[in-house]
């Protein structure tokens, strides 16, 4: 007789129960995460020219401080997840010009754009989270909090993309885009946006990370 087969385990859940995964969502505990990255070497090689031509832009300096907070506060265990579960990439080549854009499973996260010589961001969450009543209705969008998550009600608005329970954000400037993933509510809407596609499967998108651009996300600045 064959020996019984355990359940195979898909997305985070091979690293963290459901439980961590909540609590690391509420804000209640922080994860413990590798100590070492692996890495590509060809692959980091390949965006070189691209993180460098990143570097030139007057936008950069907000980029990049941007996209740590987002490391550090967004993607649990990053480390240990980075380019199978979540990647970055510089300046794709896919439509809307952004600078860099973090995706999870088939989907994106998170972007940021060139705004003259600023940013804005553009995230992606569920509408369950930014409605008045948790619903899918989005006659229902609470635009009053959407507002006290920036310096000015001007720095954000909204869309409505194809899929069920997808919400679009949009976060114009430095101060209100660090202001928006400071607020509590919508730092947890966020990171249960990136859990739900974490846990989806491996990344789509390895073969467009970014390894140099992943460097300030984690705090790896020195390569």
């Known amino acids: 007789m064959s020996a019984a087969r355990r359940p195979s385990s898909t997305g985070l859940r091979q690293f963290l129960d459901l439980r961590q995964q909540h609590d690391w969502m509420e ?3 922080i994860l413990r995460d590798a100590d070492e990255r692996a890495e590509s ?3 980091r090689f390949k965006y070189v020219p691209r993180f460098e031509k990143l570097l030139r832009r007057p936008q950069a300096p907000e980029v990049l401080e941007v996209l740590r907070r987002y490391g ?3 993607i649990p265990i990053p480390r240990r997840t980075e380019r199978h579960y979540w990647s970055v990439s510089c300046l794709p080549s896919t439509p809307g010009k952004a600078l860099v854009r973090v995706n999870a499973s088939w989907m994106e996260l998170f972007s940021l754009y060139a705004d003259g010589e600023g940013i804005r961001a553009l995230f992606l969450v569920h509408l369950s989270d930014f409605t008045t009543d948790h619903s ?3 006659n229902q969008v609470d635009e009053a909090f ?3 998550c920036v310096v000015t009600p001007a ?3 909204y869309f ?3 899929g069920e329970d997808i919400f679009g954000i949009k976060v114009r400037g430095f101060s209100s885009i660090c202001k928006f993933l400071a607020a509590r509510r ?3 809407a966020v990171r249960a946006f990136n859990l739900t596609h974490m846990n989806r499967g491996r990344n789509a998108y390895q073969a467009s990370h970014c390894y140099s651009v992943a460097d300030h996300m984690l705090d790896d600045e020195e390569r």
Do not use: I, M, S, W
Request: include cysteine; charge should be neutral; charged fraction near 40%.
């Open 27 to 29: 804000g209640k505990t």
């Open 41 to 43: 070497l060809e692959l």
């Open 72 to 74: 550090r506060d967004c």
């Open 186 to 188: 919508a730092l947890r």
């Open 155 to 157: 720095d954000v608005g």
């Open 136 to 138: 899918l209705d989005q």
């Open 160 to 162: 409505f993309p194809r």
């Open 146 to 148: 959407l507002e006290r």
